[in-house]
């Protein structure tokens, strides 16, 4: 299965004129929750991000991380995001990673998924997701 491609359903063009940057299980512990249990201690959250930037802007034409953008910036932009304050909602995080990634002008298009995976025994998380695509 290619997300890649899965990103073409938004427009076709992003599986042919993109490369796909990932970021899977991005494990940051987040003082996340809306119930007063959650506020005492911060919880272990799962970041999953893809991304798809213009070929121009990430060709690997040569071996040199000058030459595409750079995996740090997908993880200091959650780690800044995520900070140090509480957060309520998982929904307004998820919200606020798609729309810094939707802003960097290389990237054209975005998944952010985030996962609470100790919430309940008896299932592997809890989560929130966004995917949107800029007009070319």
Same mark, same amino acid.
């Given at each position: 299965m290619s997300t890649l491609l899965d990103f073409a359903c938004l427009d076709a063009r992003l599986a042919t004129h993109c490369r796909l940057m990932s970021l899977r299980q991005f494990d940051l512990p987040v003082r996340i929750g809306v119930h007063d249990f @959650?506020?005492? &201690? &911060?919880?272990? =959250?799962? +970041?999953?991000?893809?991304?798809?930037?213009?070929?121009? %802007? &990430?060709?690997?034409?040569?071996?040199?991380?000058?030459?595409?953008?750079?995996? %740090? +910036?997908? #993880?200091? =932009?959650?780690?800044?995001?995520? !900070?140090? @304050?509480?957060?309520?909602l998982q929904e307004?995080?998820?919200d606020a990673l798609f729309n810094q990634l939707m802003s960097h002008p290389q990237i054209m298009a975005a998944r952010v998924n985030t996962s609470?995976? %100790?919430?309940?025994? %008896?299932?592997?998380?809890? !989560?929130?997701? #966004?995917? !949107?695509?800029?007009?070319?």
């Open positions: @959650e506020r005492s &201690a &911060a919880q272990r =959250m799962w +970041f999953d991000i893809d991304i798809c930037v213009r070929l121009e %802007d &990430a060709p690997a034409s040569s071996d040199d991380i000058s030459s595409t953008l750079n995996y %740090d +910036f997908l #993880r200091e =932009m959650v780690q800044k995001t995520v !900070g140090i @304050e509480h957060h309520e307004t995080l998820c609470k995976p %100790d919430v309940y025994p %008896d299932c592997l998380s809890i !989560g929130t997701e #966004r995917v !949107g695509c800029k007009t070319w």
